[in-house]
């Protein structure tokens, strides 16, 4: 198969990456990685067109090491994808709720799920990925082994699906960004876009306040920013999402503006906002 038809994410086959990439890209082979950084590398050695990267959820925050492998892999961004995240609690067959002792997941889903979990009176037991864990309990066949994960994962891994929308908030969503070695040139009409971009503030009073004033003056929306430090802790680096095309009037002014008081500043990409 070509390359230009796979798209890696990280996780196992079934995560919930898995079904953001079917989401947006239903036509193409979804490629499975261990790590976000194998995921960036299978782009870069070409073993696949894209890759689907989750940057943000609604109920856990930010995800941990993903804005230190971006700028560093050199790839664009030409993509976005929000994926509402609905939990399921899976059992082997025949598995009945009151035989679970014990439920596998993720570090951040099994917490999504505490009022749930606190009602089964069940232990809880954190594995690499929810996929991974649906995968387990599918291999070690006992009924007293629960997972929770995506309904994909229940149909790859050949579960039942105990119970569905288990996750106590319903607003738990999960934004991911696609990544190309190519950036994208070419919108549909109309299209609602979005740049992004990475910069370094200068050592100066109030840097960041004047490196920042140009999108206000110029009236550019700003719809992220976030930090994060080097390995020593003396220099802080920052992501920025905004609303716009770095050629449009507005934004051009007010990066050429950015770059007076900061540094190193490197557009990331421009795309598509999402849309339902």
């Known amino acids: 198969m070509s390359t230009q038809n796979i798209i890696s994410f990280q996780g196992a086959k079934g995560a919930y990456s898995d079904l953001a990439c079917r989401a947006m890209y239903p036509d193409m ?5 261990s790590t976000f950084d194998l995921a960036f590398q299978a782009v870069i050695k070409r073993d696949a ?10 109920l856990a925050g930010r995800v941990a090491d993903v804005h230190h492998l971006i700028p560093k892999s050199g790839l664009h961004i030409v993509g976005e994808h929000l994926q509402p995240i609905h939990h399921n609690l899976l059992g082997v067959k025949g ?17 999504q799920c505490k009022g749930y979990l606190k009602k089964l009176n069940v232990q809880t037991n954190v594995q690499a990925d929810t996929a991974g864990a649906a995968r387990n309990v599918s291999e070690i066949k006992d009924k007293t082994q629960a997972a929770i994960a995506s309904t994909l994962a229940a149909e790859l891994y050949d579960l039942e699906i105990l119970d569905t929308n288990i996750e106590d908030a319903d607003h738990n ?5 696609v990544f190309s070695r190519k950036p994208r040139t070419s919108f549909p009409d109309k299209a609602h876009l979005k740049t992004s971009f990475t910069f370094e503030v200068r050592n100066i009073p109030a840097a960041l306040y004047k490196a920042l004033g140009g999108f206000a003056t110029n009236n550019v929306q700003m719809t992220k920013l976030e930090s994060y430090v080097g390995a020593e802790f003396k220099v802080a680096f920052f992501y920025a999402d905004v609303i716009g095309h770095p050629e449009e009037d507005d934004l051009k002014l007010a990066l050429e503006e950015l770059t007076f008081f ?5 557009i990331l990409g421009t795309y598509p906002a999402y849309s339902k």
């Open 29 to 33: 082979e979804t490629l499975p990685c």
């Open 173 to 177: 969503t999960t934004r991911f960004l």
């Open 262 to 266: 900061a540094k190193d500043m490197k």
């Open 95 to 111: 598995t009945k709720i009151e035989d679970i002792q014990t439920v596998h997941s993720h570090i951040h889903a099994i917490p």
């Open 49 to 58: 067109e894209y890759a689907m990267i989750p940057v943000d959820n609604t």
